[in-house]
C-alpha cells in the first residue's frame, strides 16, 4: 500500500499538468471553420449553440435555430466547439475507473464463506458491473474544446 500512494499522486499531478493549456484567447476563434457547430454562453449564462459564420475583433456571428445571429465580444463569455473527440478514450477511462471501484466494494462487502466463493469472486463480479457502468457514464461524457473564455484572460 506504502508503494501504491507515490503512484497515485505522481500520476494524478502528471494528469492535472497535462491539463493545463495556454488560456483561450479572442483570437482562437480565426481558428473556426464556417460552419463547425459551436455552443456560445453569454455573460448573463444565457447558451446558444449553433453553426459557426464569421468573427471580427468586435464580434462573433453563428446562425441557431432562430435564424443568424450576431453577439459582441463583451457579452460573449465562453465559447466551446461542440465536437464529440475521445470517446473511445472516456469509455476506456470510464471502464477502468469502474472496474477498480466495482472490485474494491464489492470484495469489502463480500462474504468469505458464501456460497458463490470468496472475495475474489466478489472482486470480479464488482469489476465487471462497475466497468460497464463506468464505460457507459465515460461515452456519454462530452468533451468539447473551449476556444474562447473571457475568465481565462
Known amino acids: 500500500m506504502r508503494k501504491i500512494l507515490p503512484l497515485i499522486c505522481f500520476l494524478a499531478t502528471s494528469c492535472a499538468s497535462f491539463a493545463q493549456t495556454h488560456p483561450p484567447s479572442w483570437e482562437n476563434l480565426n481558428s473556426l471553420q464556417p460552419g463547425q457547430k459551436i455552443q456560445v454562453v453569454e455573460i448573463s449564462s444565457k447558451k ?35 465536437r464529440n473527440r475521445h470517446r473511445l478514450r472516456n ?16 470484495a469489502g ?7 458463490l466463493g ?18 457507459i457514464v465515460g461515452a456519454l461524457v462530452p468533451s468539447h474544446d473551449t476556444i474562447y473564455n473571457v475568465n481565462s484572460r
Request: zero cysteines; a positive charge.
Open 118 to 135: 470468496g472475495r475474489g469472486t466478489g472482486a470480479a463480479v464488482g469489476a465487471v458491473i462497475g466497468g460497464l457502468g463506468g464505460a
Open 48 to 82: 446558444h449553440s449553433g453553426l459557426f459564420t464569421s468573427v471580427s475583433g468586435t464580434a462573433i456571428r453563428f446562425t441557431d435555430t432562430t435564424g443568424d445571429r450576431t453577439l459582441q465580444k463583451q457579452d460573449v463569455r465562453i465559447v466551446k466547439l461542440m
Open 109 to 115: 462487502a463480500w462474504e468469505s464463506g458464501g456460497f
Open 91 to 106: 469509455t476506456l477511462i470510464g471502464a477502468g475507473v469502474g472496474a477498480g471501484a466495482g472490485a474494491g466494494i464489492t
